[in-house]
């Protein structure tokens, strides 16, 4: 069992920057891929990136790629998702999951952090 915790949401202005943490209990974070998705009002949650348990390989959903980067410190298992150039139609709640690196798959979900970015 795998209980991730996020942090690091808030309000900023658009083109500010934030960065969200994913903090997993357990000893077998290395394992697991990481991956941050969002839902925002109104919507479904969607994908926003993952990383592979080795850190190697990240993998980004178009609309933020060249402003978002997913990282992980395997040692304070804990996965980081460095927001920047932030616009209004990032708002949303940002949840952090983990699963094996094959197959796509997301066994445990955190509890979400919220992101809110004015115009």
């Known amino acids: 069992q795998v209980q991730l915790v996020e942090s690091g949401g808030g309000l900023v202005q658009a083109g500010g920057s934030l960065r969200l943490s994913c903090t997993a209990s357990g000893r077998t974070f290395s394992s697991y891929a990481m991956g941050w998705f969002r839902q925002g009002p109104g919507k479904e949650r969607e994908f926003v990136a993952r990383?592979?348990?080795?850190?190697?390989?990240?993998f980004y959903a178009d609309f933020v790629k060249g402003r978002f980067t997913i990282s992980r410190n395997n040692a304070k298992n804990t996965v980081y998702l460095q927001m920047n150039t932030l616009k209004p139609e990032d708002t949303a709640v940002y949840y952090c999951?983990?699963?094996?690196?094959?197959?796509?798959?997301?066994?445990?979900w955190g509890q979400g952090t919220q992101v809110t970015v004015s115009s």
């Open positions: 999951a983990a699963g094996p690196d094959v197959p796509v798959n997301y066994l445990y």
């Open positions: 990383i592979w348990s080795t850190s190697d390989t990240q």
